[in-house]
């Protein structure tokens, strides 16, 4: 190789790595997911794919079409599982935010949320002990468990905002 070839490319490379770094720098310090922020996230993350296995298993029921056994059990599995790993994830957040008596109460709003969640999966379980689970039954449960969901979410907002956490959005920072 010639030297001007090894030479250039060593400019390249280096002004690549002087860039990349300098977008990097940039980045928010709300982007690094630390300490309560990571629980914050965690638990939302968790909610949202038990909410995507109730919709999913919802929009099967709504053909009116009785549900195979497997899939309401895939989906129950799948539903409860996240839900728990939500609930763990929430259980980890600072004893410092759980003594603000507000967020406290926001907590256990979310808390009381997940737990008629995993009530509604008790449903499920009960059709998937069936050949195949009833429509309107596992549709209903579905909708109460889409609607827990969807009202701890709004909760885990408005604490994340009162205790200035900020949102991430899918790129990693804000």
Known sequence: MNRRFVAASLLFVGAATLVAGSALAQRPASAKVRGDA???YAGEVYRGHAADHAFML???ASTGEPVPKEVVQEHAAAVRSNIEASRRAYQKVSAAAKKDPAAAA??????????????LCDKLDAESAKSAGEAAKIGAACGGIMEQLDGADEVHKKLAAQLKIATLDQEGGK
Request: glycine share 0%; no cysteine; proline share 0%.
């Open 106 to 119: 926001k907590l256990k709003e979310i808390e009381k949320a997940h737990a008629s969640a995993l009530a």
């Open 58 to 60: 919802n929009e099967y």
């Open 38 to 40: 990571y629980y914050f």
